[in-house]
């Protein structure tokens, strides 16, 4: 087996509320559709924060040399369940099928280049707060 890793139970469990709470907060955030013209915003929204939590975590983890076990439940569990790459590819197909080309593109587009900004400016703000 390649990769070997043996998970104790705290682990689990630190996973699983993570990922509780960040489904949860999910569902409550897409209950409402948030529109943006008659484009539905939510997920799109819901990666961005999700990724802004994922750079602040990645720099204090380092910079207090934090316990692996937070990174389970915050970035594993928490932002894994909260984020959703399988809702966002799914709105991004329904816009193809509806033909709705430059909808898609900008979907595709905000999505990953506004999730990979959302890290990079967590972990500025961070950095800078930090700064001595």
């Known amino acids: 087996m390649v990769g070997k890793y043996n998970m104790k139970g705290i682990e689990f469990i630190l996973i699983g509320i993570g990922a509780l709470a960040g489904a949860f907060l999910r569902y409550k955030m897409t209950s409402s559709p948030i529109l943006f013209g008659f484009v539905p915003v939510n997920i799109l929204l819901i990666n961005i924060v999700g990724s802004f939590i994922v750079g602040i975590f990645s720099i ?72 001595p």
């Open 60 to 131: 204090l983890s380092t910079t207090y040399n934090l316990d692996p076990k937070y990174s389970l439940f915050l970035a594993i569990g928490f932002c894994g369940s909260f984020t959703t790459m399988s809702s966002f590819a799914l709105e991004s197909i329904i816009l193809l099928d509806n033909k709705q080309f430059a909808l898609f593109g900008l979907n595709v587009f905000g999505n990953v280049a506004l999730s990979l900004a959302a890290v990079i400016l967590g972990r500025t703000i961070t950095l800078e707060v930090m700064r």
